[in-house]
């Protein structure tokens, strides 16, 4: 099974909202993360979690807040978003240190 | 900054034409990868080439990868409609990290 499932697939939230989305992969994968695209424009990482350690963005801002339940999920915790977060944000996997990432369908959030 | 630089950004060419992509990054890598993206999903891992080899193939897809002129290219012989797409170079320098170049934006026409 080489699928990373993604929910929701389109998430409209308002500006004091606290939703959350969430990333799952069965793969035996120990690196999962989250990147943010916006349109015609190429994924930018936002957080990665390998073998259980978090590694950040820096310029990522607070009101996003990952979350690594076990090695099979990664949800991402959102509270106070800007109209201008509104993107498509994919979720990958990778196995070992192989660098070939698997991704999930995204979810297309807009804030209002 | 991006690490890896994509030209052209479109390209449009007629269904059994081939398409060549350019990439080119600024930092020493470990390896060098090509994604594809369908408008608006996620993308799509279609080969990756080490920094120990010269060219590789899979099916209709050729990659190069030129250390000393620190660039890749993505070669798509015979292409068809269903190859329109994004298409990314990715660099891994390891540690987890891999950056993504602006794509190009190949449009098949039947």
């Known amino acids: 099974d080489t699928e990373v499932t993604q929910t929701p697939k389109h998430l409209v939230m308002g500006m004091t909202n606290k939703k959350s989305l969430k990333c799952e992969q069965h793969m035996g994968h120990r690196a999962m993360y989250w990147y943010k695209q916006k349109a015609k424009k190429p994924p930018e990482l936002m957080f990665v979690?390998?073998?259980?350690?978090?590694?950040i963005n820096e310029s990522v801002p607070s009101r996003f807040s990952p979350e690594c339940p076990n090695s099979s999920l990664l949800n991402l915790h959102l509270h106070a978003l800007q109209p201008e977060d509104s993107a498509l944000y994919l979720c990958a996997s990778e196995g070992g240190r192989t660098d070939t990432q698997y991704f999930g369908p995204g979810t297309r959030l807009t804030v209002l | 900054s991006q690490q890896g630089e994509e030209d052209p950004q479109a390209l449009s060419i007629q269904e059994g034409e081939n398409a060549t992509m350019n990439c080119s990054y600024k930092?020493?890598?470990?390896?060098l990868q090509w994604y594809r993206q369908n408008s608006g999903r996620g993308l799509v891992h279609l080969i990756l080439i080490r920094s120990n080899e010269r060219e590789k193939h899979s099916g209709r897809l050729r990659v190069t990868l030129d250390t000393s002129k620190k660039s890749s290219s993505l070669l798509i012989t015979a292409s068809r409609a269903a190859d329109t797409a994004s298409y990314f170079c990715?660099?891994?320098?390891?540690?987890?990290?891999?950056?993504f170049g602006a794509g190009t934006r190949l449009f098949v026409k039947a």
């Open positions: 979690y390998s073998y259980e350690k978090l590694s």
């Open positions: 930092t020493s890598i470990n390896n």
């Open positions: 990715a660099t891994g320098t390891g540690g987890f990290k891999t950056i």
